[in-house]
Structures are given as structure tokens and as C-alpha cells.
């Protein structure tokens, strides 16, 4: 069955598509057969799937809903992680705002200064730190927490690594972007004495640094030589500048300062192996991991295993995925993502498919909000009988949308792209094969998409002779 733009439930989803924004795709950090080019039924006939069913066969699409996460899982099964007696100092962090997956890679670097420095984490709300330029020009909800997207934990003992701003400085506070966040200096403030830097020179970070970690083991040596484990005061460092231009990205951690690392030694409290991975070009790669890569929410976890079974439920076992990206918007001229452009893409990837006598199924994302174009893509796969297309932005928001509905998902989340792509990044990451329009260099012409599945099935053979 074929379902055109007359049939209004998928009217109906693409408006809810191009009014809650699609995707913004910088980063992809992936029985009977369908008849249809969309869903079967229509999206209106989206449904959960009841049941703890997995995808275990070959080819059937497995997503691991945190990809990344390192295999030490207990606490205190990894040693290399400095054991801080507390967490008392606070490392703050803004800039002008990017999307996601450049949070997480940012925000896990300075979570591993912060364990290194027995600090603790600060951040402006994510409506304040992520671009809304990837959200459709909006702001993401107030109510939306940086757990809700990623949540980010130490391996040593599974806890938060990132401290809400709002608990900080309340609800109402929009002060964030002013150097001097933190009040150490009038009478009254909690944080009077502190050791407060606002570091607005990225490139003397890495003596802030050396100062700080000093700092810190001369807070743990203190403690051990009175009756109080618990210093009565710690230090503030606020980065008020972009994190890439850090000179701390440019070159090897230092350790503490010789006197210090003496003493520090002789204590047990430090040794070389606790100093951070923080990944630079030849620098920190040996250094130690504080958190795991990657960590979702508990909701989002049970939105990608929901979606997961959704999809299983609609395919035939062995069914072939493949991702289609065709990022238009601000990459239009940068990627020929035209519609004859496209029909010789699909012509030269998928001619010939046929002959591997499996079914394979594209999910599309897309920011593109026509839906003349939307559906002219999908048409498109109709001269393919062995092959089908799913439309995984309108799958994935009309799912969170309804999850928001019943209450399974916090409100705000089925208005928010960072939400929805991260969800699809996982299923991105598993598929069979990729075809690309999206920037000059994903920008494919043309995907052998017979010779890549064929390969998977002749390696899929000698795996089961070898067993």
C-alpha cells in the first residue's frame, strides 16, 4: 500500500514534524514484507510495543541505548580515579551555546578535571547552553535538566557529575554569562575566602590549573593532619571563554609541584595514573577515564527500546537497515541534495538489490520541513520492490510525543531536537550501511549498496560454519 499527501494522517504528522523542527544533523559522536513507502497503517497507527523482546538475529536492528559505556560498572572496581575525601570545589563553565553531541564531548572533559580536582561540575541550565539554532530558533523548555539528555556520572561511585545551575542560584537567576558568577567577596556569601579564579585568558588555563591541583592536595594534606576530613573552604574557577581554545587541550596535564607532589606521594594520595584523559592531539591519551563516553536517561532508554520494538514489530527477520541523512537548510549548497539529484543517487546505490533476496528498510532524517520534498523522496523508493523507507523524524517525534502524553516522558521533550536526535543517533550507529547527502565531505554519489550487504551476509556464513 502506498500512502500519498491525501491521506491526512501523514499530513496530519508532517505538520507535527515541521512545527515541533527536525533535526539538526551536524553529527551522526547510528515476516510479510512492508508494502508501504511509509508506516503500515499510517503514523496515526504508531504504537508501543508491549513486551522485553530484543533484536538478536543478524541484520535485525540492535540499538545499545549507551553506546560508549565503559565496562567497569561497579563502584570502586577501577583504581585510577583519585579518591577524594570531598567534592567541595566547584568548576563553572559558559559559552555562547552549540548542539549536543559538542555538550557531551565538552562537558565530559570537564567532568574529568573536576574528579581530578575534587570539584564538582556547575552548569547554566540547557536552555542556556545549547544552541537554539538547532531547535528550530527556539529555546528548549525551562523544565528540561541536563539529566534528562545526558546523564553524566563518575564510574568511581555512579554520581552526578553535573550540579544544575538552578540549584545554585534559583529559578529565576539569568546572570549566567556575566564573569563573576560566583559571589566570593561580600560579607555573607557562603563562598567568602574562597579561592576564586575567573578564567577569561584560555591561554593561561593550564596555569590555573597547576595552581588548582596544588590547591587540592594541600586541601587533602591539611585534612589528614586535623581531627576534620571536611576543608571549610575551597576554590571557585569560572571559564568564561570557549573551551577549544583552552591551552589545556594543547599539552600533557602537569602534576602537582614538586614539594607537593612529594608530600602527596609519601600520603598516598597521588600518583601518576589519576591524572585525566582528556584527549588532544598526542596528549592525555593514556590518562585516566572519570566518566563513561556516553550515558542516556532512564526515559530516553525506554524511548530507544520502545522505538526499537516498534520497528521489529514492522519488519521481516533479517531485514536490512540503512541510514538516509539529507541535511539541507544550511548545507543546501554545500551537498546537491535536489530531488534528480537524488533519483541518480537511489538509481546507482540501490539498482540490483534485489538479487541479494532480503528486504533492507531506509530511515530518513532530514532538516528539511517541505513536505512536497519529504514525500517526493519516499516516492522515489517505489522502484525499488525489495526495498522500503521509513520516515524516522515523523517515527521517533509522533513516539515522544505520545510518551509525553501519557506521562513516560517529562513535558518539554517531544518540542526538543536535542532529545530526538539523540535518540536516533543510537539507532544511526547499528546500521548495515550509510548513504549520505549532507555536507562536502558526507556527500556520497553514489553507495554499493549490493556489494556492502552482500559482504555482510558472506561474513555472516562463515561465522555460522565456524560455530
Known amino acids: 500500500m502506498r500512502i500519498s499527501m491525501a491521506n491526512a494522517s501523514l499530513r496530519k504528522c508532517v505538520g507535527f514534524l515541521a512545527t515541533c523542527a527536525l533535526l539538526n544533523l551536524f553529527l551522526a559522536p547510528d515476516d510479510s514484507m512492508p508494502t508501504d513507502r511509509f508506516l503500515l497503517g499510517g503514523i496515526d497507527d504508531i504504537s508501543t510495543?508491549?513486551?522485553?523482546?530484543?533484536?538478536?538475529?543478524?541484520?535485525?536492528?540492535?540499538?545499545?541505548?549507551?553506546?560508549?559505556?565503559?565496562?567497569?560498572?561497579?563502584?570502586?572496581?577501577?583504581?585510577?580515579?583519585?579518591?577524594?575525601?570531598?567534592?567541595?570545589?566547584?568548576?563553572?563553565?559558559?559559552?555562547?551555546?552549540?548542539?549536543?553531541?559538542?555538550?557531551?564531548?565538552?562537558?565530559?572533559?570537564?567532568?574529568?578535571?573536576?574528579?581530578?580536582?575534587?570539584?564538582?561540575?556547575?552548569?547554566?541550565?540547557?536552555?542556556?547552553?545549547?544552541?537554539?539554532?538547532?531547535?528550530?530558533?527556539?529555546?528548549?523548555?525551562?523544565?528540561v535538566k541536563w539529566q534528562d539528555l545526558y546523564n553524566l556520572t563518575y564510574i568511581q561511585d555512579f554520581a552526578p557529575a553535573i550540579k544544575d545551575g538552578y540549584e545554585e542560584f534559583g529559578d529565576d537567576f539569568e546572570g549566567w554569562h556575566l564573569p563573576g558568577v560566583f559571589d566570593s567577596t561580600s560579607e555573607g556569601s557562603k563562598y567568602k575566602g574562597w579561592k576564586h579564579v575567573i578564567s577569561t585568558n584560555p591561554y593561561i588555563r593550564q596555569g590555573e590549573f597547576e595552581s588548582l591541583l596544588d590547591f587540592t592536595y594541600q586541601q587533602e594534606l591539611d585534612a589528614m593532619s586535623s581531627s576534620s576530613t571536611m576543608p571549610t573552604k575551597g576554590f571557585i574557577w569560572e571559564w568564561n571563554t570557549d573551551f577549544y581554545h583552552s591551552n589545556i587541550l594543547g599539552r600533557h596535564l602537569p602534576d602537582p609541584s614538586q614539594p607537593i607532589r612529594k608530600q602527596a606521594e609519601e600520603a598516598g594520595i597521588w600518583n601518576a595514573t589519576m591524572r585525566p584523559y582528556m584527549w588532544s592531539v598526542g596528549t592525555n591519551r593514556q590518562g585516566c577515564h572519570y566518566t563513561p563516553d556516553f550515558s542516556s536517561s532512564i526515559h530516553m532508554d525506554m524511548m530507544k527500546k520502545r522505538i526499537q520494538d516498534f520497528i521489529r514489530s514492522k519488519y521481516p527477520k533479517g531485514t536490512f537497515f540503512g541510514e538516509l541523512q539529507i541535511r539541507r537548510g544550511d548545507a543546501i549548497k554545500a551537498c546537491d541534495s535536489r530531488l534528480e539529484t537524488m533519483k541518480e543517487f537511489f538509481a546507482c546505490s540501490l539498482n540490483g538489490t534485489e538479487e541479494i533476496g532480503r528486504h533492507a528498510s531506509l530511515l530518513m532524517t532530514s532538516d528539511e520541513v517541505d513536505p512536497t520534498y519529504r514525500q517526493a523522496i519516499m516516492d522515489m523508493i517505489d522502484d525499488y520492490p525489495n526495498v522500503s523507507i521509513l520516515d524516522f523524524d515523523a517515527t521517533v517525534s509522533k513516539m515522544v510525543h505520545d510518551a509525553v502524553e501519557e506521562g513516560s516522558v517529562p513535558e518539554g521533550m517531544d518540542n526538543n531536537n536535542f532529545y530526538i536526535f539523540e535518540i536516533e543517533v543510537a539507532f544511526k550507529r547499528q546500521a548495515d550501511f550509510k548513504m549520505l547527502k549532507r555536507r562536502e565531505m558526507w556527500c556520497d554519489d553514489c553507495v554499493p549498496v549490493k556489494e556492502i550487504l552482500l559482504e555482510k551476509l558472506l561474513g555472516d556464513n562463515d561465522e555460522s560454519m565456524m560455530k
Do not use: M, W
Open 49 to 143: 510495543v508491549p513486551g522485553e523482546a530484543t533484536f538478536s538475529t543478524a541484520h535485525q536492528l540492535t540499538v545499545d541505548p549507551n553506546p560508549g559505556r565503559q565496562l567497569e560498572t561497579d563502584p570502586g572496581t577501577s583504581t585510577c580515579q583519585r579518591k577524594c575525601s570531598h567534592n567541595r570545589n566547584k568548576i563553572y563553565y559558559f559559552d555562547g551555546g552549540a548542539g549536543l553531541s559538542d555538550r557531551a564531548f565538552v562537558f565530559r572533559k570537564l567532568a574529568a578535571l573536576a574528579g581530578y580536582l575534587c570539584a564538582e561540575l556547575v552548569l547554566p541550565p540547557p536552555r542556556k547552553l545549547l544552541n537554539k539554532h538547532h531547535n528550530n530558533g527556539k529555546l528548549v523548555e525551562k523544565s
